[in-house]
């Protein structure tokens, strides 16, 4: 069975740095448009970055733009989130999420969905 597993999060200070993995089993998705998405406590679940399956076409919303960097390796099966000058409102658990089409995923409608990871900006 396809899953995608999110690991990375943690508790971090303002202006420190994490790294979030996603890591897609059970079948190939390097045909797949994947993205990231945050939704904090009380707040709707809101886009942060997609990428193309090539790797080379990325969206971001605008407060993290500068700040966050969408990746992917398709060999690894494995979509990265770079993210740094973190501020405490990129507190949020923080999902992953694979679709066939780019525009699609990118608007929250995916196939596939990982359980997300917890990230804490203290300031």
């Known amino acids: 069975q396809a899953q995608l597993v999110e690991s990375g999060g943690g508790l971090v200070q303002a202006g420190g740095s994490l790294r979030l993995s996603c890591a897609a089993s059970?079948?190939?998705?390097?045909?797949?448009?994947m993205a990231w998405f945050r939704q904090a406590p009380g707040k709707e679940r809101e886009f942060v970055a997609a990428?193309?399956?090539?790797?080379?076409?990325?969206y971001y919303t605008d407060s993290v733009k500068g700040r966050f960097t969408i990746s992917r390796d398709n060999a690894k099966n494995t979509v990265y989130l770079q993210m740094n000058s973190l501020k405490p409102e990129d507190t949020a658990v923080y999902y992953c999420?694979?679709?066939?089409?780019?525009?699609?995923?990118?608007?929250?409608?995916?196939?596939?969905w990982g359980q997300g990871t917890q990230v804490t900006v203290s300031s």
């Open positions: 999420a694979a679709g066939p089409v780019l525009s699609r995923v990118r608007a929250g409608i995916a196939d596939y």
């Open positions: 059970g079948r190939t998705f390097s045909a797949n448009a």
């Open positions: 990428v193309d399956w090539s790797g080379i076409v990325t």
